[in-house]
Every structure is written in structure tokens, then in C-alpha cells.
């Protein structure tokens, strides 16, 4: 069976999200003069990832989850200091977040002349073009 159309989701089966992500939330850790290491890194994601959720579920706005997973993980680890920089510094960071997954370039390449490629997200557009954009 030919298909005549694929999709492709934007993050870890295109771009490298993970690595993008552990990578701007380091940076804006740092420089935020915040420890970070792996268990900052797991707390972020659990939160990040229930916030999604509740996006999914229809109960929450996308500007609802960009603020409460700082908001959460903040809490979460004990840290007195707002979050409003952090969260900054990560979205900007992860426009640059310019890493794609193994092979990836090699399948779509393949795939182009096949049938129609379309890539879909449920990430912020901006980040997500700028990503794009930046991982040619």
C-alpha cells in the first residue's frame, strides 16, 4: 500500500527536543546562577510533561503551561527566587535548539518523491520555526 501522506511530528522524530531542551534549561539555569543538574533536569520534565496534559485535556492555555512548569518545578525544588528569568532564557534558548535526530534528514530525503511530507507540532510556533529554520 502507497501512502500519499505522511506526518512527522516536529520533536524527537525530526528535531532532537530532548537534547534542545536539556540544553537551553542548563544554560538558563546557569546563568540564572542556579544549580542544575540531572534531578533539576527530571523534576522540569515531570511537570512540563503534566502541564502538556492538562493543554491536551483542554484544561489549560499554552501561555498556562509555559508559566506553571516553571512555576511548579520551582516550587517543587525549593527555590525562593522567581522563575520569570528562567523561563525566559529557556525559550530563547531553545529557538536555537538546532539538533536533529539520527537519520532523519536521510529518511525525508528518501520519502520526498514518494508521497507528501508534512511536519505537525503542538510546540510554540515561533520556537518551532526558528528550530526549522536553524536545522536547515
Same mark, same amino acid.
Given at each position: 500500500m502507497?501512502?500519499?501522506?505522511?506526518?512527522?511530528?516536529?520533536?524527537?522524530?525530526i #528535531?532532537?527536543?530532548? /537534547?534542545?531542551?536539556?540544553?537551553?534549561?542548563?544554560?538558563a %539555569?546557569? *546563568?540564572c $546562577? !542556579?544549580?542544575f543538574d540531572?534531578?533539576?533536569?527530571?523534576?522540569?520534565r515531570?511537570?512540563?510533561?503534566?502541564?502538556?496534559?492538562?493543554?491536551e485535556?483542554?484544561? #489549560?492555555?499554552?501561555? /498556562?503551561?509555559?508559566?506553571?512548569?516553571?512555576?511548579?518545578? %520551582?516550587? *517543587?525544588? $525549593? !527555590?525562593?527566587?522567581?522563575f520569570?528569568?528562567?523561563?525566559?532564557l529557556?525559550?530563547?534558548?531553545?529557538h536555537?535548539?538546532?539538533?536533529?535526530?539520527?537519520h532523519?534528514?536521510?529518511?525525508?530525503?528518501?520519502?520526498q518523491?514518494?508521497?507528501?511530507?508534512?511536519?505537525?507540532?503542538? $510546540?510554540?510556533?515561533?520556537?518551532?520555526?526558528?528550530?526549522?529554520?536553524?536545522?536547515?
Amino acid at each position: 500500500m502507497k501512502y500519499e501522506i505522511l506526518l512527522f511530528d516536529a520533536d524527537n522524530t525530526i #528535531l532532537d527536543f530532548d /537534547k534542545a531542551e536539556e540544553q537551553a534549561l542548563g544554560r538558563a %539555569f546557569a *546563568e540564572c $546562577g !542556579l544549580h542544575f543538574d540531572d534531578n533539576v533536569l527530571q523534576v522540569y520534565r515531570k511537570n512540563n510533561l503534566r502541564q502538556w496534559q492538562l493543554f491536551e485535556q483542554g484544561k #489549560l492555555t499554552k501561555n /498556562k503551561v509555559i508559566i506553571n512548569r516553571f512555576a511548579e518545578t %520551582f516550587k *517543587e525544588l $525549593g !527555590l525562593t527566587v522567581k522563575f520569570d528569568k528562567a523561563s525566559e532564557l529557556y525559550e530563547e534558548y531553545l529557538h536555537i535548539g538546532f539538533f536533529v535526530v539520527n537519520h532523519a534528514k536521510d529518511v525525508l530525503q528518501k520519502l520526498q518523491n514518494e508521497c507528501r511530507l508534512y511536519l505537525v507540532t503542538n $510546540g510554540v510556533k515561533t520556537i518551532q520555526d526558528s528550530r526549522m529554520k536553524g536545522s536547515g
